[in-house]
């Protein structure tokens, strides 16, 4: 009778041949990560990088959004920012900087959690940062959940073991992240210890990519250019790169704020681009815009007084939110739809204006009848992206939870509303 290791031996390699022949041979995309998503959209927990008052209209352009950040990070601001994002339905993915950053109330949440690994930095930005996350999730995160959910102590042996099991279940369920950083200024070549020694030619950045598909089996490498546009460079190492993998998807991200070089950066052979800056900055234009037409027009503006407005003060083409949706290609006229939403945008905040007008030192419950009498802000914007019970409980919550901290009233419920840059 065959030893039970024996048993799992055969079964592991027959598990391994099924995978690679699928990938190989039979071209199967096995690859968790969903070919459709050709724009991801970064978003920052920290409390100075903030969304739209609009910023379901927005996000119901991009593939998905990426929520991680590197500065003023909590498992608090990142599960509040999780709350944002997904009642607005958008697929959401988790990229934490730092292994603490991974909690199961974040995972529970999250479409899937992406670890960062850089190919062309030191040792330890890719095996020491590893190792130390590996140690997080096995000695402290993988012990307090069989703590949570078994009914009864079951011994350090047995849980010792449980806790192995849990950690490399944790890590399967990931998708790994190989980054190529060639940006040497930027804070991500810091980190890594990225110099100019370490900057790689096409043929090198090809060679990296392969041996992440191959023989680290990430999920995706990621050009990273931090904030500057990579150019012709970035063309052709994507190029190389795209040309060295078939199963890992191919990403970019860096500088990107018009159509003509995201398209570039596509045509190259990049499965998706990534957006993380212009989507704040639209926040901040917005949140300006509010405030101007609030004082100028005041509440109880009609949508065409806004729209008027709108148009009387802004070049629509250099505005944020053109630059952002421009750089999402499938979007047609990003000028003309900046102009929708920037008024939309503009008009949720003078309705909310005009229910605050009726309250005077309100309780949370004063707040919710308030918003639920008449027509809730934002409802019928959002409605254009959103199913009816979706765009409801959305502008709903949203409309609460501005008010209650326009009033400080303290919400059990409600979303955090410090990360929407709009003020009341």
């Known amino acids: 009778m065959p030893a039970l290791v024996d ?40 409390e100075e990088k903030r969304l739209p008052l609009a910023y379901p209209l927005y996000l119901s352009h991009t593939g998905a ?6 500065q003023d990070v909590t498992e608090q601001n990142t599960l509040e920012t999780f709350d944002l994002v997904n009642a607005a339905t958008v ?14 109330a974040v995972r529970d949440k999250a479409e899937f959690m992406a670890i960062p690994e850089v190919l062309n930095g030191d040792n330890e930005s890719l095996v020491g940062t590893l190792g130390k996350g590996v140690e997080y999730i096995r000695d402290e995160m993988a012990p307090a959940l069989i703590e949570e959910k078994l009914p009864i102590p079951l011994g350090n042996s047995i849980e010792k073991r449980l806790s192995n099991f849990a950690a490399s279940w944790m890590l399967n369920e990931a998708v790994f992240e190989a980054y190529i950083i060639m940006n040497v200024d930027s ?27 191959h023989h680290l089996e990430s999920e995706l490498v990621y050009l990273e250019y931090s904030g500057t546009f990579g150019g012709d460079e970035a063309v052709e190492l994507l190029d190389a790169i795209d040309e060295g993998v078939s199963w890992s998807r191919v990403w970019y991200g860096g500088g990107l704020d018009n159509r003509e ?4 950066i596509l045509d190259a052979g990049a499965d998706a681009v990534i957006v993380g800056d212009s989507f704040h900055d639209v926040a901040e234009e917005e949140a300006d815009l ?9 509440p109880g503006a009609s949508r065409d007084e806004i729209r008027e407005w709108l148009e009387a003060t802004v070049d629509l083409e250099d505005t944020a939110a053109a630059r952002y949706l421009s750089t999402i290609v499938d979007v047609p006229s990003p000028e003309q739809r900046a102009a929708r939403y920037l008024a939309a945008g503009v008009q949720i ?19 919710r009848a308030a918003v639920t009498d008449g027509p809730v802000p934002g409802e019928t914007l959002f409605a254009d992206v959103l ?38």
Do not use: C
């Open 187 to 213: 804070a991500a070549a810091r980190e890594a210890n990225v110099g100019e020694e370490d900057l790689l030619t096409p043929r090198e950045a090809k060679q990296h990519a392969m041996a992440a598909e």
């Open 261 to 264: 070089n995201a398209q570039r």
């Open 387 to 424: 199913d009816d019970e979706a765009a409801h409980d959305l502008a709903k919550r949203l409309a609460v939870s501005l008010l209650a901290e326009r009033f400080g009233v303290d919400l059990a419920d409600g979303f955090a509303s410090y990360h929407v840059a709009a003020e009341l």
């Open 91 to 104: 697929p959401a993915f988790h990229e934490p900087s730092d292994s603490t950053h991974v909690t199961q």
């Open 65 to 70: 959004v990426s929520v991680g950040g590197s």
């Open 7 to 46: 048993i799992v031996q055969k079964l592991d390699s027959l598990g391994t041949a099924i995978s690679i022949g699928g990938r190989t041979l039979l071209s199967a995309d096995t690859n968790p990560v969903p070919t459709k998503w050709d724009h991801i959209t970064k978003v920052d927990p920290e």
């Open 290 to 298: 509010i405030d101007a037409a609030v004082d100028e027009l005041g």
């Open 349 to 367: 905040a003078v309705e909310l204006e005009t229910v605050a007008e009726t309250l005077s030192d309100p309780t949370a419950d004063d707040i």
